[in-house]
Every structure is written in structure tokens, then in C-alpha cells.
């Protein structure tokens, strides 16, 4: 049982260029979510999803694209990079959505935007 | 719209002393309250929840946490540090039946011998 998991774990890119942050979860989880980390700022979600095929936006998700074709599987897309982007990217999944389950946290992607 | 306000950006206790983090949050709801911890280099990891049943919850590693509806707080405790408690702690609340959370600027723990 692996739990979340993020890929690449570093990635440097240069201003213009899209990438794509994987995350997958094999707990069946209904919900993920994808957070950007900045120092002194906590978390703030970028998007999210109820469950396969839906998704939403967060609180900061301009320059960013989600997609949801299976319960596993949640890339966040970055579409064309800016150095403002540059921060450590969390993934997340619970079981419930809308619930109050716990989030379970992936190892984190950190991003350099030069 | 909620809120989360972690006091505190750093807080240094000795080993074995009491560990206060402080955390008030705003709401127009009835809120639920978390705790995470984040370890160096490390994913987030749920400490403990409240979710309107105890207003005194208590969590892994002999952490706790009271929520006071007349302070808008719930600040986060434990009688005594210990060496590997070292790292950062946020305040996290969830409006009922909403799917976002919103997270405090995080409070850094430092134990020293």
C-alpha cells in the first residue's frame, strides 16, 4: 500500500515552459486535492476533485489545469511556467468528499521556476 | 469566508516543558478544526480533528487540542516536549459540507535539550 504519490520530487523549468506534477493514490479515495506550499503562507489549494471526471477550482488556480479520467490518478498541469509558480506542490486524497476524513498527504514536488 | 490565524511563527520550548500553539479561526459556519504536523522534508500528517462532538480532542503523540466557540480558538497543546515533536504545525479549518480547506501560516516547533 503506497499511500499518495508524487512525481518528479525536484523539477526545475524556465519561464514558458509546461510540465505536468503526478499524483496517484491506490486507497479508492473519492477526493484529491493538489496544494501549493509557500513559506509562511500554509497551504492553498489550486483544484480539486469529487471524483473521477469532476473537478473545481481552489483558491489559487490560475496557471493551473486538472484533469480526473480515473478514482487513481490526479495530474496537475502547469501550463505555461512562471517564476511565481516556483513553491513545493502537494497532493492529497481522504475518502470522503465534502466529508470530514482525514487528508492523506503525498511527499511533496518542489518546483523552481528560473 | 473562514479563516485560520496561527499566532505564533516560531515557538522554542526545552525538552520536556509544556508546548502551547496558539490558533484562532473565523467562520460563518460551524467550523471543523484540524491539526497537522509536517516534518522536515516530510508530507503533512493528521494530528487530531474536531468535528462538533468533544470540544477537547486528543490526538497522536499525546497531543491535544480545546476548541472554544466564545474565543474563536483551538489551540493545540501537549504537557511535554520531546526532541522529535521538532517541526511544523498548522491550524487548518474546513467549512461543513464545503470541500476546501484553509490553512494558518504554520507555527514551527523547536525543542531543545
Known amino acids: 500500500n503506497a499511500g499518495v504519490t508524487q512525481t518528479p520530487k525536484f523539477q526545475v523549468l524556465k519561464t514558458g515552459q509546461s510540465m505536468t506534477l503526478q499524483c496517484a493514490q491506490d486507497?479508492?479515495?473519492?477526493?484529491m486535492s493538489w496544494y501549493r506550499q509557500d513559506p509562511g503562507m500554509g497551504l492553498r489549494l489550486i483544484h480539486y476533485s469529487v471524483g473521477a471526471g469532476i473537478t473545481d477550482q481552489g483558491e489559487v488556480p490560475n496557471g493551473y489545469n486538472v484533469s480526473r479520467s480515473t478514482t487513481e490518478d490526479f495530474p496537475l498541469r502547469l501550463l505555461s511556467a512562471a517564476p511565481s509558480q516556483t513553491s513545493v506542490y502537494f497532493c492529497?486524497?481522504?475518502?470522503?468528499?465534502?466529508?470530514?476524513?482525514?487528508?492523506?498527504f503525498g511527499p511533496g514536488t518542489r518546483l523552481t521556476v528560473t | 469566508a473562514q479563516s485560520v490565524t496561527q499566532l505564533d511563527s516560531h515557538v522554542s520550548v526545552s525538552e520536556g516543558t509544556p508546548v502551547l500553539l496558539r490558533c484562532n479561526y473565523s467562520?460563518?459556519?460551524?467550523?471543523?478544526l484540524f491539526w497537522y504536523v509536517q516534518h522536515p522534508n516530510k508530507g503533512l500528517q493528521l494530528l487530531l480533528k474536531y468535528t462538533s462532538a468533544a470540544t477537547l480532542v486528543k490526538g497522536i503523540n499525546g497531543f491535544e487540542a480545546e476548541f472554544k466557540k466564545s474565543e474563536t480558538s483551538f489551540h493545540l497543546t501537549k504537557p511535554s516536549a520531546h526532541m522529535s515533536d521538532a517541526a511544523e504545525y498548522f491550524c487548518?479549518?474546513?467549512?461543513?459540507?464545503?470541500?476546501?480547506?484553509?490553512f494558518g501560516g504554520g507555527t514551527r516547533l523547536m525543542v531543545k535539550p
Open positions: 467562520s460563518s459556519y460551524s467550523p471543523s
Open positions: 487548518v479549518v474546513r467549512r461543513n459540507a464545503g470541500n476546501m480547506l484553509t
Open positions: 492529497a486524497s481522504s475518502y470522503g468528499a465534502g466529508g470530514l476524513d482525514e487528508q492523506y
Open positions: 486507497m479508492n479515495h473519492e477526493y
